[in-house]
């Protein structure tokens, strides 16, 4: 098994979103999750969510390709909207208000006895609430690993200003997955050639875990050990000594402008309807009644 | 001079953002009252500053050349391994819904042996990189989380030796202990933080004495297999709880989750396993290391 199993989600695509500058678009993705965070009102998310979906859209990502992504978080974001509904005690400081809306049949349960559960109008919006909140972060994402390049890390987030050393260092980290990921392949062919199984562990709970160290420890020393010749190799170029020049240039575009002025119109707009007083947590008045 | 009047820009700058976010807290929320709270944010400002200043010069802090190299080879083995062992590549048996999850070793590891940035850098971008192989996205509140696991265990490096880094756990989480058990003992009836009722606390000191006995006691049990396994274990779950919690709780107002469902739904499952496998397999990558290291001589 000496093959790559550690591969970059990442394709490249001829699509409009991915023809903006990777700069604008985590700046536009943070500028939304930013301005999702001042809201409760169930209308004004669906409108954050009716954007993410657009982005996602644009990306042009198909469902085959993110299915493993929304068969893990689809079912967590649904249980745990329903458990936050089914306690009642959703959005810490959100809402106060308990008008009740439907009333389940009441059971019993063994050892616990009778419960009645009766669902207050409050509950179900801010459940929908969240459910809108929490599908629109999801969609905004998403959409970073399949559509940014892993090679330009370094250099974007250097063109957001952060140190050298650190953007190489991020840079060198995503160059260094496919080796250590065949390090691992290597490694693992190596220990199976000897006996060891990973899916058939035997022995209690720690005896399980202590096993994981034939494959983990090889793997990490010699990381490190390796990571020696490239201090070395580094320093013989004088790394650190001045600023850094980057292979790759970013370089905006008119309609990057145009991204980055609709992100700072959401911030800014977000941020002064939440200070007006709009935005907070509304429920339907027709479930009031 | 310049870095004392950076330190205090940052701080107007806090001061500022506090006060925004009160005015943005909702009518039921809990907003800024009067200026109290900024007696409170010079205080800690003050304790953060003093620490800074006293450790400023310490070189667990320094970036050169080695600590880029061991911030991307351990940013990429924890990405690696997270996306491998996440039920993704390779399915292994979890015991008693306790998953084995080797990869929280690697923060624990790298922060431990080369500092605290490099374990911040380790958790924080080794996490990004592991959800970005399996496809989940970028959540910068579980990211940052990460970070804290691998920064938390490289503060040992601050202090002289090992041993003085246990003994300084052990003075801060007796008097902690002692602290807590203390205020709720003189005054076990307050206002729920996350409701209105007037609650009594009381039955949270047995939770403080156990807890407080707990970690005091793995700290003495430890320290007989050695003062570097005993640090790299009693750190490192520091740092779990720290940065697991970071994480739970800022769900709270990111997710809209109540308390419970953090603390059940996320906090114990990510941190009780996590717990369990960095204690077993981050010593032995420690040894592992010691005995390279004593052969190559770097």
Known sequence: MAQMIVAWKYQARSTLWQRFDPRARLLFMLAMLLSILYFWDVRVLLIFLALAALQYALARLTFRETRRAWLIMGPLIFVLTVVTMLTG???????????????????????????????????????????ARLLAIALLAIVVPYTIDPSLYGVIFRGLGLPDKFAYAMDLAFRLVPTLGRDFSITYDAQRARGYELERLQGGLVQQIRRIAPLLVPVVVQAIVGGEETIDAMDLRSFGVRPRTWLTRLIYRRADYVLLALSALILIASTVVTLSGYGRFWVPPALLR | MKKALTWLIVLVILVALMLIASALTGPNGVKLQGVAWLLWTAIAAVLIYALYFATAANPAWEVGTRQVVYMAIGAALYGI??????????VVPSVSLVSIRPAVAIPVFFGFVFGPVVGFFTGAVGNILGDFLTGWGVFPV???????????AGLVMLFPDRRKALNTFTWVVAGLTLIALALIVIRPVVRDPFGDAEKNFFGFVWVMLIGGALALGARWVLARFGEDVAAISIWGALGILIGIGFAAIADIWVNGYPFFVAMVGEFAPAAGPNLINASILSPILLGAYTAIQSRTGR
């Open chain 1, 89 to 131: 005690k959703g959005g810490e400081g959100v809402y106060t208000g308990n008008h009740p809306l439907v009333a389940l049949p009441a059971f019993v349960l063994p050892l616990i006895g009778r419960i009645a559960i009766v669902f207050s109008a409050e509950q179900v919006t801010f459940a929908a609430a969240q459910l």
């Open chain 2, 81 to 90: 391994f997270a996306f491998l062992f996440n039920g993704t590549v390779f």
């Open chain 2, 142 to 152: 579980w990211d940052i989380g990460n970070g804290l696991i691998g920064l938390v």
